[in-house]
């Protein structure tokens, strides 16, 4: 098992900037993928960035905007987000995929972004 545990998130006027973490603990030794994933008020949840052995995905929407990058000790991971958008007010859900590419999530952190 994994347990995640978010911080960061808020309110920002667009434009503004925003930084969230995660710190994974339990089982974490060989994790497959950590990354974030967020969910607005009446859409799917959808990816954010996610890096996966050493490769970073972004959503189209987020790229040139938004950086992924993982804790020297592996266990952490951070989003940072610049100029940003009404459109990216949502929940932000940290996403870590172990070694049998078992999926975990953390709480959820509300990011909301006014114009």
């Known amino acids: 098992q994994v347990q995640l545990v978010e911080s960061g998130g808020g309110l920002v006027q667009a434009g503004g900037s925003l930084r969230l973490s995660c710190a994974a603990s339990?089982?974490?030794?060989?994790?497959?993928?950590m990354g974030w994933y967020r969910q607005a008020p009446g859409k799917q949840r959808e990816l954010v960035a996610r890096?996966?052995?050493?490769?970073?995905v972004y959503a189209d929407s987020v790229k040139g905007r938004f950086t992924l990058s993982r804790g020297d000790a592996g266990n952490t991971v951070a989003l940072q987000m610049n100029s940003l958008k009404p459109e990216d007010t949502a929940v932000y859900y940290c996403n870590v995929a172990d070694s049998r590419w078992r999926d975990f999530w953390g709480q959820g952190t509300q990011v909301t972004v006014s114009s």
């Open positions: 339990g089982s974490t030794s060989n994790i497959n993928a």
């Open positions: 890096l996966i052995h050493g490769n970073t």
